[in-house]
């Protein structure tokens, strides 16, 4: 088992936060890149099992095309390609133009979103739900948000484990090809299946008084040890040497 395990939800939540912030705050190649493979190495440091790096493999195709969007449409006056079509190009000729800058910024904003994918299961991996929302009730938020939060972070499991269901059925129905009709078949299911399982949630939650009292109380308590401190602050130092980078090393613009 990793330190994530055993880190205070606390901090695991301001860790992701500030993360968070940083992916947003960059604009620099060199610091995108480092920032990604460094949640790479998190993520196998954390203990977390490999499958969620599958789901990069499907990105592929929207990375290439976020990639040419911005190299055909972003800022930039370092031209790669200019003019795109040919002046003998019928309608289109000498229109249209690759900027270096635009390129630049495409693999900036898909290193942005492999980070994300790569940072919130860090948090809902290594944390269970009640332990999210009592760090976030000892954060002053207020329990019955903290309650709505959590409950969205358990409908993902959830969600994946009926569209595999719904999968199994289409297969004993001959379905042998997953296209893209085949997942807009599942929504129906999918949205019929939320709506009945929020409406037996709420019915728990009303039988049991949920929200009467303005407070609540917990059967553990929270506390932060040295580890935890010890974590924010290298947490804080990275975050700077990050924005240092960043700013440091000019390559967009």
Do not use: H
């Amino acid at each position: 088992m990793s330190v994530f395990y055993i880190l205070d939800a606390r901090t695991k939540l301001f860790f992701v936060l500030l993360l968070t912030l940083l992916i947003f705050f960059i604009n620099n190649l060199i610091t995108a890149v480092c920032l990604t493979l460094s949640f790479i190495i998190i993520r196998f440091t954390a203990g977390i099992p490999p499958k969620g790096f599958q789901y990069l493999k499907n990105l592929t195709l929207l990375a290439v095309f976020i990639i040419f969007i911005q190299t055909l449409f972003g800022p930039g006056e370092t031209f790669i390609l200019k003019p795109l079509f040919p002046e003998s190009f019928p309608f289109f000729g000498g229109a249209g133009s690759l900027k270096w800058e635009g390129f630049i910024l495409g693999i900036v904003i898909v290193c942005r979103l492999i980070a994300l994918i790569l940072l919130l299961p860090i948090l809902t991996l290594t944390t269970e739900p009640y332990q999210i929302e009592m760090g976030l009730c000892a954060l002053g938020v207020n329990y019955r948000a903290s309650f709505v939060i959590t409950a969205a972070i358990n409908l993902i499991p959830s969600f994946k484990e009926e569209a595999l269901l719904i999968m199994d059925a289409q297969k004993l129905r001959g379905m042998r090809k997953f296209g893209i009709k085949s997942y807009i078949t599942m929504l129906v299911p999918l949205m019929l299946g939320a709506m009945r399982k929020a409406q037996t949630s709420s019915i728990v939650m009303d039988s049991r008084a949920f929200g009467v009292y303005k407070t609540r109380t917990w059967l553990e308590k929270p506390k932060m040890k040295s580890l935890d401190f010890f974590f924010i602050t290298a947490s804080v130092v990275f975050f700077v040497i990050m924005m240092f980078i960043n700013f440091t090393f000019k390559t967009l613009y």
